[in-house]
């Protein structure tokens, strides 16, 4: 059984950083391609980050582009979202997501097969 377990949400002011974290298990990692995605009230899910099974070939939202960074480890089977001068505009459930390889990097959600339970984000101002 797959599980996708996101972490690191929380309050934080505007300019402030956070980094989340999502820890899979029950799948083979490495033969994965992630995505974070985040969904605001009232408003479909949208399209964060999103990196490649090897991590070495990431793509951003336009309006993160610049202050966010997606990494993985492999070895420890987790992916993670550096948050950097976070904004009202930023405040979501964020979730993380896996796609198998065989397909490119994609960025619409409906290309993405297991997803965490989400985890929040406020951006105080």
């Known amino acids: 059984q797959v599980q996708l377990v996101e972490s690191g949400g929380g309050l934080v002011q505007v300019g402030g950083s956070l980094r989340l974290s999502c820890a899979a298990s029950?799948?083979?990692?490495?033969?994965?391609?992630m995505g974070w995605f985040r969904q605001a009230p009232g408003k479909e899910r949208e399209f964060v980050s999103n990196?490649?099974?090897?991590?070495?070939?990431?793509y951003y939202a336009d309006s993160v582009k610049g202050r966010f960074a997606i990494s993985r480890d492999n070895a420890k089977n987790t992916v993670y979202l550096q948050m950097n001068s976070l904004r009202p505009e930023d405040t979501a459930v964020y979730y993380c997501a896996a796609r198998y390889w065989n397909g490119g990097l994609r960025r619409d959600a409906a290309d993405y097969h297991d997803w965490g339970q989400g985890t929040q984000v406020t951006v105080s101002s």
């Open positions: 990196i490649n099974w090897r991590g070495d070939i990431s």
């Open positions: 029950g799948l083979t990692f490495s033969e994965h391609h």
